[in-house]
């Protein structure tokens, strides 16, 4: 694999004015409550932040308020320099204009960097009925293709996710968005489904300890509850090594285990599904659910869980080699 490419991949987000973009990113990357986004301020002026995972991303976000196509603002460099561009439309507020200003940008977008993955959110949809979320669906797509159409650039493709930061479908989408991004996805997914096959897992997933986005799972379809229930338990892990690191100082001094050791930890859930974390590379962790029906004494639960150690142990290894040999898909404008 090539290695020059630079070691970072952008997503930029967009949309017009309080449609919610620096609720989402306070709210997938820094942990922000959703009730807290109520009293950010506008942001006026484009903020860019760093994030270290698998993959370098930095999510940089433009102010709805700024006009990227006056002369003095090098909207060139800026799109050709993009992995990804998120465009949030607010959809319990009039989207008319939000849908032109889109079409405008795409097409700018895709005419500096043909290569650009474009991702429409259509956002804050915890204020719409199930039906009502369905036509808004319904109706941006069409409206986006008619216009693209219009445009002459009917080939391009364009992924629309119903988001809102009062679930996880945000995270979902992100981390859909994010994959897009990550060159070793096809490897990645391939182990997973190993994984899967030869451990008796059910779902499996490899997340950003950080974002909670997960940057990749196994092949088998994604179900949001499943999806939770892990994210959580990566917290709970969390909360529970750092009480643990606690108690240990207080009871010796001398022996503080150093908080770097790798995280492993399994819990039983009440309806006999087994939830199974380990600490990978670079801020990730994989996260198992084992919903086996053949455990039905504790040492069948032993050897099964011998065997995802040991599986689980491979694939570390080969995530370590595959980021050895790394490289980012990073867009550049040939
Ligand atoms: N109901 C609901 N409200 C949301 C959601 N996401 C954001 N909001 C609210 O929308 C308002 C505007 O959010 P911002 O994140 O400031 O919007 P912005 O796009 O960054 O706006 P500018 O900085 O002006 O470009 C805030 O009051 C948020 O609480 C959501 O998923 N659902």
Known sequence: MSSNTANNATILLMGLRRGGKSSICKVVFHN??????????????????????????SVM???GQLNYFEPNYDSERLFSSVGALVYVIDSQDEYLNALTNLSMIIEYAYQVNP????????????GLSEDYRMDAQREIMQRVGDELLDLGLEGVQVSFYL????????????????????????SLENMLDNLVQHSSVDKVFLFDVNSKIYVATDSTPVDIQTY?????FIDITIDLDDLYVEDEKQQSSNSVRSKKRELRSISNLSNGSILYLRQMIRGLVLVALIRNDEIVNDVSLESLITVIDYNVNNFKKSLVKMWQNARIDHPTNH
């Open 228 to 232: 939770e229930v892990c994210a959580e």
């Open 32 to 57: 922000m409550q959703p009730l807290d986004t109520l009293y950010l301020e506008s942001t006026s002026k484009p903020t860019t932040e760093q994030f270290s995972s698998l993959i370098d991303l």
């Open 61 to 63: 976000e433009l102010p």
């Open 163 to 186: 988001t809102s930061i009062f679930d996880h479908s945000v995270y979902e989408a992100f981390s859909r968005i994010v994959q897009k991004l990550v060159p070793e996805l096809p």
């Open 115 to 126: 290569r650009i993955h474009i991702e429409v959110l259509i956002h804050k949809v915890d």
